[in-house]
């Protein structure tokens, strides 16, 4: 089998051109895949940017929250009860909200403004200059340093601007483990400033973060709230609802789809027809092959070979280009957000597999369906 094999092999590639028209195919459609599904992902990961860089373990709401860009306040007496709840170790507000900054040159710039407790500080950002307790100062604020950094005019510790007709000053610049999705920057100040400087409904809490004395504890949890009225998720579970929301309620699932099953049509038709064509030119091999002996199963064997070499090289490149690409891309644009992840890895690999199963089931027809008597004839 192994001389089969090796002999498969001298076919495949004997012929430069045909090896590399083959490979294009796949090369093709394994990038556009990967290419349209780590967008996508990219694009998921953003949305909760908020929820990662928190990191709570479990996120008090209202039920009517679908992201956790559109939060709904609530009244002071749910943190009061929450934090009276069996198994909970400790609960915080959050405040999370929209303003206008006005800068130095006059221009307004739209900002996301986290307001986080003011005695613990939970959900706090790693500073890369500054000191923490500098947010206590009067007009305190950290900026986070990300994509959207410049949006502000690069500011650094001492900078001022306004916010709602109030003073700003920037004492310590951050890092996040994720920027945000909509392009506007953020920045992190005491709850009681965030609320006293950005107008506001009458319930002012966006969320309550909640930490469990144990993981056993998250269901009693997040039943206790749901009897208060209110809903209780998980990080990933708060991660994983934001996401659904993308996917089934904004078209962005459906575009996904559409755009990868037009991406497999493609590799498939050119692969398929490829490689059915290389079958076809290399018939009278095949039959000389079965005149003198070799079982048809050793030339499946070796068809399906010629196939899975080809798609596994084809799927290594084309990961390969998409993240060249992605990686040229962030330079470029530090907010660009596409991500490579297992899931559309997988999703990639199992589209190539199945492209080079179906083009190896007509090749393999075609080939058991040849009578050496014929070849010879010929």
């Known amino acids: 089998m192994k001389s089969i094999l090796k002999l498969g092999y001298k076919l495949l590639v004997n012929d430069r051109a045909k090896f590399t028209a083959l490979l294009m195919g796949i090369i093709f459609a394994v990038f556009l895949i990967m290419f349209i599904t780590s967008m996508f992902f990219g694009v998921l990961n953003h949305a909760s940017a908020t929820v990662i860089n928190i990191g709570a373990t479990i996120w008090v709401m209202d039920p009517t929250v679908e992201t956790v860009a559109n939060s709904v306040g609530m009244p002071d007496y749910v943190l009061d009860a929450v934090r009276s709840m069996h198994g909970v170790k400790y609960a915080v507000p959050l405040y999370s909200g929209a303003a206008l900054v006005k800068l130095a040159d006059g221009t307004y710039q739209a900002v996301t403004v986290i307001g986080l407790d003011d005695t613990s500080l939970l959900g706090r950002p790693a500073l890369i200059e500054g000191k923490i307790q500098d947010i206590y100062a009067q007009s305190g604020f950290i900026v986070v340093r990300d994509a959207e950094f410049s949006k502000l005019e690069n500011p650094h510790i001492g900078s001022e601007f306004e916010l709602n007709d109030n003073r700003a000053v920037i004492v310590g610049v951050a890092e996040v483990a994720t920027s945000g999705l909509y392009g506007i920057p953020t920045l992190y100040t005491t709850y009681q400033r965030a609320v006293e400087y950005i107008p506001n409904p009458r319930f002012t809490i966006s969320y309550v973060l ?8 998250i269901t009693q949890i997040k039943q206790q709230v749901e009897r208060l009225g209110y809903r209780a998720l998980t990080k990933n579970e708060f991660m994983e609802r934001t996401a659904n929301f993308f996917i089934y309620q904004t078209g962005g699932g459906t575009n996904m789809l559409i755009m990868t099953l037009i991406s497999f ?9 490829t490689f059915y064509t290389f079958i076809l030119e290399n018939l009278e091999r095949f039959g000389a092959l ?3 002996g070799i079982k048809s199963r050793d030339l499946v064997g070796m068809i399906l070979f010629q196939a899975t070499f ?3 090289t084809g799927y290594g490149l084309g990961v390969g280009f998409c993240v060249l690409l992605i990686w040229l891309a962030k330079l470029r644009l530090p907010s660009y957000a596409a991500m490579l992840t297992y899931t559309n890895l997988v999703i990639g690999f199992v589209m190539v597999a199945i492209i080079a199963g179906i083009s190896s089931y007509f090749g393999i027809r075609r080939v058991l369906q040849i009578e050496p008597f014929d070849i010879f004839r010929g």
């Open 210 to 217: 909640v930490e469990p004395k144990s993981a056993t504890d």
């Open 265 to 273: 049509m493609v590799g498939l038709s050119i692969s398929g027809q």
């Open 290 to 292: 079965k005149a003198i």
């Open 310 to 312: 080809t798609a596994i």
